[in-house]
C-alpha cells in the first residue's frame, strides 16, 4: 500500500496599483489587486484600509441562485446578481440594523468557514433577550421555497459576514478592485497608512499582502487643463446680406453701364 497526502494551494495575490498617493483626506483612493488560484476559486477578499474603518468584502458570486428564473429547469432570465459576479459588502457590526430584504453573505455551516453563500433574508427572529443573536431566515431568488437551514433553526448573525452593497465590473479574471477615501487629519500634516489585503480560496487558505498609503493636508492634485473653446463663427445678419447684395448689384450696373458707354464712343470713332 502507498500513504501520499495533497499538497495545500494557496491563493496567488498581488497588488497592481494604488492611487493616488499621496492622497487627501476625503479623496477617493482606488487599490487594484489581482487574486487567483491554478486549481480552485478565491471566493473573497477582504481589504483594510488601516484606519480602523470597517473591512471592504470583495465576494466571488460563482452560483446563479439570484437569478430569477422564468421557468424551472430553464436558464437564468433575470438576474439580481449574475453568476460569475463581484460584489461589494460590508460587514455590519449591528445586526439589528439589518433590514428584512437585505442580501447577506453567510456561513450557513460553521464547521465549514471557507463555505459562503449569498442570499436574501426573508424573515427576522429578534433575540429573546438582549443579549442574544438575531436569527435571520434566507433564500436565493432562484429558489421557490426557503433554505433548508431555515427549518434547522435560521442563520444567526454571528454567520454573516457582510451586507451587500453593489455589484463591481471586473476587467479581467482574478482582477479586483477597491475604493476609499480617508477622514480629515485634523492638526497631522501627514499620515501614513497600512492597507492590508486578505485571501480566501473555496478549500479556506489564505494568503495577505499590504501596501502603503500616505494622506496629506497639502497633497494637491495635477490639476486637468481646461480644453481651449471651439472657435465659432458668430451668424451673418440678414441685414449685412441684404447690404453685399446691394453692393453686389450696384457693381454690376455700373460695370454694365460703363461696358455700354465705351461700345459707343467706339462706334463714334469708326
Not at 421557490?144 to 454571528?158: A, F, Q, R, V
Not at 445678419?237 to 453692393?247: E, N
Not at 457693381?251 to 463714334?268: D, E, N, P
Amino acid at each position: 500500500m502507498t500513504s501520499y497526502s495533497l499538497a495545500t494551494v494557496q491563493p496567488v495575490l498581488s497588488i497592481t496599483s494604488l492611487a493616488p498617493n499621496p492622497a487627501r483626506p476625503g479623496q477617493p483612493v482606488r487599490l487594484d489587486y489581482t487574486a487567483t488560484e491554478a486549481f480552485g476559486n478565491v471566493t473573497a477578499t477582504w481589504v483594510d484600509w488601516g484606519d480602523n474603518s470597517v473591512p471592504d468584502l470583495i465576494f466571488n458570486m460563482t452560483s446563479e441562485s439570484m437569478c430569477q428564473r422564468a421557468n424551472p429547469g430553464l436558464n437564468s432570465n433575470n438576474c439580481t446578481i449574475p453568476g460569475n459576479s463581484l460584489v461589494f459588502a460590508h460587514a455590519q457590526k449591528d445586526p439589528s440594523a439589518i433590514v428584512n430584504g437585505s442580501i447577506i453573505i453567510f456561513r450557513p455551516y460553521p464547521q465549514e468557514p471557507a463555505y459562503l453563500v449569498m442570499h436574501r433574508i426573508i424573515k427576522i427572529i429578534p433575540p429573546s433577550n438582549p443579549y442574544g443573536p438575531y436569527t435571520f431566515w434566507t433564500q436565493g431568488d432562484a429558489n421557490p421555497l426557503p433554505d433548508s437551514w431555515d427549518y434547522t433553526g435560521g442563520i444567526t448573525s454571528n454567520q454573516v459576514i457582510g451586507v451587500y452593497k453593489s455589484t463591481l465590473t471586473s476587467s479581467g479574471p482574478g482582477e479586483r478592485y477597491d475604493t476609499h477615501a480617508y477622514p480629515d487629519q485634523g492638526s497631522t500634516s501627514s499620515r501614513s497608512y497600512t492597507i492590508i489585503v486578505n485571501a480566501t480560496d473555496e478549500n479556506d487558505s489564505h494568503v495577505q499582502t499590504s501596501i502603503g498609503e500616505t494622506i496629506s493636508q497639502n497633497s494637491q492634485q495635477i490639476p486637468i487643463p481646461t480644453p481651449t473653446p471651439p472657435q465659432t463663427v458668430p451668424p451673418i445678419s440678414p441685414f449685412i446680406l441684404l447690404g453685399i447684395a446691394a453692393a453686389a448689384l450696384i457693381a454690376s450696373s455700373v460695370a454694365i453701364l460703363l461696358a455700354v458707354t465705351s461700345r459707343k464712343k467706339t462706334g463714334q470713332a469708326v
